[in-house]
């Protein structure tokens, strides 16, 4: 027996898609990615049959994104390869899965996890409020947790956090990790800890600025720059008066590199050279060596040449007279 779907029942069919879709993974995606998986899910709902080059036709995406989307998913666990298929798994499952925990018998060290936590609760509660209007994914609550348990961060520390991604209209998971990672990396803690952070973090664009000026460069710095600058500044406790007295010494360069600066840099650190006045003792003394050496050279070049010598001043008059 053939079945055919009745063309009325599409015009009024709907295909749903549930709400944790919106709140835990819409940010996340690319619009391909997007466009994909709510193709897909229509198609599912009838048990289609579709090959990806079709699919491709059908969406206007190339082979290749359409296979990239239908990876990004399955590495999230939404879709399941199968034999030549997909199958379109149950959001609101996988999500009940990851919060579900056992209920044990609570000990000592959990009680009191859970009294430190009526503060953090109350935070949560902030975050869900101010920055995703009351609507907060489940998962995020966990990833909460978690936060504070590998950083070690303090609650106020984690609100600015949530506050620094939302202004720069970022708040997606994978870039408040990248940002809490980044703090974390440097130590911070206590909100005393991260305005230290910003304090440096300011100084160093400055820093970062003043050098792209004075080397009239445009360009954005590449992370490797980046990261020469970051060890003169922080490892060896450089200011931008000292990183400028090497600047000065690549103005008859053309195409300055990095390399050169490092290691005229990185010379006076191991010198245990700590301040401008030392710096420039120090350069006044090499162009004292330098010019000595070169009179010394000169007076060596002198001597060698062979000096001809007359014992016999008659024979020489008398050879003159000839």
């Given amino acids: ?123 949560v509660e902030t975050i869900n409020n101010s920055f995703f209007q009351g609507i907060m994914s489940p998962s995020w609550y966990a990833d909460i947790d978690m936060w504070f348990n590998k950083f070690g961060f303090d609650e106020q ?16 998971r994978n870039y408040v990790q990248v940002v809490a990672e980044a703090w974390a990396t440097h130590n911070v803690k206590t909100f005393a800890d991260l305005e230290i952070y910003f304090q440096k973090q300011e100084a160093f664009s400055k820093i970062e600025k003043a050098i792209k000026r004075k080397l009239g460069i445009s360009r954005p710095f590449t992370e490797y720059e980046k990261a020469y600058i970051q060890k003169w500044t922080e490892d060896y406790g450089y200011s931008l008066d000292i990183i400028e007295i090497a600047l000065k010494k690549t103005t008859s360069k053309t195409n300055i590199s990095f390399d050169y600066l490092d290691k005229m840099i990185s010379d006076w650190h191991v010198r245990e050279l700590a301040t401008c006045d030392d710096i420039q003792n120090f350069l006044v003394s090499q162009k004292k060596l330098a010019k000595d050496k070169k009179e010394l050279e000169k007076k060596v070049k002198y001597n060698s040449f062979e000096q001809r010598t007359y014992d016999n001043f008659d024979n020489l008059y008398a050879n003159s007279q000839n």
């Fill in 1 to 123: 027996m053939k079945l055919e779907q009745n063309d009325e029942a599409l015009l009024f069919s709907t295909t749903k898609i549930p709400d944790i879709f919106f709140s835990e993974y819409l940010s996340g995606a690319s619009g391909n990615a997007i466009k994909v998986y709510l193709y897909i899910s229509f198609l599912a709902k009838y048990g289609k049959d579709i090959k990806v080059n079709d699919l491709s036709n059908k969406l206007a995406l190339t082979v290749p994104i359409i296979q990239e989307s239908l990876k990004y998913w399955e590495d999230l666990g939404l879709i399941t390869k199968k034999g030549n298929g997909y199958i379109i798994n149950n959001i609101q499952e996988l999500e009940l899965h990851k919060l579900y925990k056992p209920n044990v018998s609570l000990s000592v060290e959990d009680i009191e996890r859970n009294e430190k936590n009526e503060q953090r609760a109350k935070l």
């Fill in 157 to 172: 520390v984690m609100l600015t956090l949530f506050n620094y991604c939302f202004n720069r209209s970022a708040l997606h």
